[in-house]
């Protein structure tokens, strides 16, 4: 296990070299300037000794390879560089909202699970009843729905009907978890309903697979209850492509809360990123990426030693 551990990581650096290689040349050809931004928009009229200042400040005179070199190596030290708007460490930018987007990334895992697989479950037992048909129309739905109309309709129709909006302050959890949660809960129920559609469908499937398989029919034959035979038995044999797909979406939602975020005022990592944007803040939209890509390769590790739990057969070696 040590050794396949050790493997998969050795293998993840050039994974994350070629993930950051693109970020930073893409970064390098958006339109805009970055000395624009960093001069406020007073490029033309500055004179050029504070031109060259901020370039050999940011590093902007060198080649861009020994730019590129420079920034794989401030993230082997866990220094992201400094903000061009602010001048503050990204590091430190990111880790502040780090936690937002990390409650709300398991909040809505935690919705995501608890709907997609009893439903998945129920769907695969009774297949083929109006109650399958309605599970499934569920799924598609939540698959095909987009976040941002959801999000929209969240805010918008209760206050039309109820004279009512979700909370739109942002309050840490540290100062009163009543309120953060009350924030919280609608945003979260939004992204895990939609997640839950692929998760529902593929235990679905996962579970009619299983059903079919000999030794549940021999289960059944010696006259064991249903639900053991479901939850005890063909269940856990077919988690193994639900969590793959779990893992991707655990992946998904550190980088693809942005919408939701920008909705529901949360000041998580998918705000931060909007506003890098639209400032060109590239060392923060940089160090984004760099966590977001570090995050993937993480879960993607976890999701392949969680198959020897749920399967003793699979040996790591």
């Known amino acids: 296990m040590q050794r396949y551990i050790a493997r998969r ?17 893409m970064l390098r050809l958006m339109p805009g300037d970055v000395l624009y931004a960093v001069l406020e928009e007073n490029l033309v009229n500055t004179p050029l000794a504070d031109i060259e200042k901020v370039k050999a400040e940011f590093g902007l005179d060198k080649p861009i390879h020994m730019q590129y070199l420079t920034f794989i190596a401030g ?24 936690p937002v987007t990390l409650e709300l990334a398991l909040l809505a895992m935690a919705w995501s699970l608890a709907i997609a697989i009893p439903i ?3 769907s695969a037992v009774r297949q083929d009843t109006p109650l399958d048909y309605l599970f499934r129309g569920v799924a598609i739905a939540g698959i095909s729905l987009p976040s941002f109309w959801l999000g929209t309709l969240a805010v918008v129709l209760p206050a039309l009907w109820f004279r009512w909006i979700p909370p739109l302050v942002y309050t840490p959890i540290n100062v009163d978890v009543w309120i953060n949660l009350k924030q919280f809960i609608i945003p979260s129920l939004i992204l895990g309903t939609l997640l839950a559609g692929r998760t529902m469908r593929m235990t679905r499937t996962m579970m009619l697979e299983v059903m079919r398989q000999d030794y549940i029919r021999t289960a059944m034959a010696k006259g064991l209850r249903e639900s053991v035979i479901v939850y005890r038995h063909a269940l856990k044999n077919a988690l193994i492509p639900v969590v ?3 893992g991707l979406e655990a992946a998904f939602l550190i980088g693809g809360t942005v919408v939701i975020e920008s909705i529901f005022s949360l000041p998580g990592m998918g705000r931060l990123f909007i506003e890098a944007l639209t400032f060109r803040d590239f060392p923060v939209i940089q160090g984004l990426n760099v966590m977001i890509a570090t995050w993937v390769i993480l879960m993607n590790l976890l999701v392949d030693l969680s198959y020897s739990l749920l399967d003793p057969r699979i040996k790591y070696s």
């Not at 990581?9 to 040349?25: C, K, N």
């Not at 993230?75 to 780090?98: C, Q, Y």
């Open 75 to 98: 993230v082997a030290r866990g220094d992201l560089g400094k903000s061009l708007r602010d001048k503050k460490p990204v590091m430190d930018k990111i880790i502040s909202r780090l």
């Open 244 to 246: 793959t797909i779990v």
């Open 9 to 25: 990581l050795l293998l993840a650096i050039p994974t994350f070299l070629i993930a950051s290689s693109l970020v930073f040349g």
């Open 120 to 122: 998945g479950v129920i």
